[in-house]
Nanobody, 121 residues
């Protein structure tokens, strides 16, 4: 299984970005896709997750109401729509996949390479 994240970038506070994560090699028809982020000098933290079949969605409290996770099963791609971005959202964003849901970074077996998101004040 390969995960390819893209779509990060530099944006001013209050702006929007929509990184995406393409899955190839094998599709988890009943698994979960998740986004995590890691700021410099900090641990990798859970951001959002979505069920591949049922569309169940979960969010970290820090992004609720601003970020929306979605998926396009025909394209085997998951998106993270990020609105009202803040400087504290600056981090490398990683996508991950596994058969079940968790907010723990240790739970996910498959990871993408990460995409940098920088929010300027």
């Amino acid at each position: 299984v390969q995960l390819q994240a893209s779509g990060g970038g530099l944006v001013q506070a209050g702006g929007s970005l929509r990184p995406s994560c393409a899955v190839s090699g094998r599709t988890f028809s009943s698994g979960f896709m998740a986004w995590f982020r890691q700021a410099p000098g900090k641990e990798r933290d859970f951001v959002a997750a979505i069920g591949w079949r049922g569309g169940n969605k979960y969010y970290a409290d820090s992004v609720k109401g601003r970020f929306t996770i979605s998926r396009d099963n025909a394209k085997n791609t998951v998106y993270l729509q990020m609105n009202s971005l803040k400087p504290e959202d600056t981090a490398v964003y990683y996508c991950a996949a596994d058969r079940s849901y968790s907010t723990s970074v240790n739970h996910y077996a498959y990871w993408g390479q990460g995409t940098q998101v920088t929010v300027s004040s």
